[in-house]
């Protein structure tokens, strides 16, 4: 008999393209994860209707309906209490947690960062890359803790930057391989192969070394 899917929690704030890979992942009948509920706390993102059409329940918790960040905290964890997921994934969401909210959801919570972390943490990833001259950007999957864009790393997927780019165009190549390692750092996360081993994430599954990836 096959083992029960683990049941995800999506937390969006905008268009939702990485939730859109995320739940096009889940529908193979093989994928170890089911998206259980899509939540965000912006009433017209555009994740909730792509959700919606691919009959995924949604929720919203607004934001802007709460005096502080501990009441928005709150009502947020009693939406995913309702829900009872094994892993909450963070898709574009776009907001700075209490130390509360994290504490009771840590170690079960995903983020994807568009950025080879420790590198480039925080905003405008895109631009700091380019304006540095790296030769190779990209992606990470790490779990979410109390400090931003600093959890233990699970996956990274990395990309050249090319002569001529500009930030679109660096973006729309880091985006593309956001949604190709999202989906893979999520199935390795609900099997087992991905775990917190003493603060750092071991995978089973990277016992071969693959070749470099040398650009230029």
Known sequence: MPAPRSRVAVLVSGRGSNMAALIDAAAQPDFPAEIAAVISNRPNAGALAIAERAGVPTAVVDHKAFASRE???AALDAEL???APDI???????RLLTPGFIEKWEGRMLNIHPALLPSFKGLDTHARALKTGVKLHGCTVHLVTAEM??????AQAAVPVLDGDDEDALAARVLAAEHRLYPRALAAWARGEARLVDGRVTTA???DEPPA???P
């Not at 864009?149 to 699970?154: K, L, Q, R, Y």
């Open 81 to 83: 209490r309702r829900v």
């Open 71 to 73: 009441e928005f905290d």
């Open 88 to 94: 909450v994934c963070f898709a574009g969401f776009l």
């Open 205 to 207: 599954s990277a016992a």
């Open 213 to 215: 990836l040398i650009w």
């Open 149 to 154: 864009d600093a959890g233990p790393i699970i």
